[in-house]
C-alpha cells in the first residue's frame, strides 16, 4: 500500500496512525517531492470510483491562486490529470494505492 501524503498535514498524518494502529504496511510518498505520474494518477482515479474533481486540492492556495475552479470548467479529463501530474500541491491529501 502506497500513502501519498504532505507529511505536515494533519490529515495525513492521521491517516498514517490509523493505518499504523490497525497494521496496514505502507510506503509513503511526498506529494510534492515525489508527484505521481499522470499514469498513476489515472489507475488511482479508475480505482476510486470517484468524479476526478475530488483529487483536486480545492481549499489550496495553488488552487486558489490559479482561479482552477474556472481553468477546470474547461478541461478534459486528460488535461485534468496532467496539471494533477504537474503540480502535486493540487493533489488532494492522503490518496491511498493499493
Avoid at 488511482?44 to 475552479?69: C, H, I, Q
Wanted: with cysteine.
Amino acid at each position: 500500500m502506497i500513502l501519498y501524503h504532505y507529511p505536515t498535514c494533519s490529515t495525513c498524518r492521521k491517516a498514517r496512525k490509523w493505518l499504523d494502529e490497525n497494521g496496514h504496511e505502507h510506503t509513503l510518498v511526498h506529494l510534492v517531492d515525489e508527484t505521481p505520474d499522470r499514469d498513476t494518477l489515472a489507475d488511482l482515479w479508475a480505482a476510486s470510483g470517484l468524479p476526478l474533481k475530488k483529487f483536486f486540492n480545492t481549499s489550496g492556495r495553488v488552487y486558489r491562486e490559479n482561479d482552477m475552479k474556472t481553468a477546470l470548467a474547461y478541461m478534459g479529463d486528460d488535461e485534468k490529470l496532467s496539471v494533477l501530474a504537474a503540480e502535486g500541491m493540487l493533489i488532494k491529501l492522503s490518496l491511498i494505492h493499493i
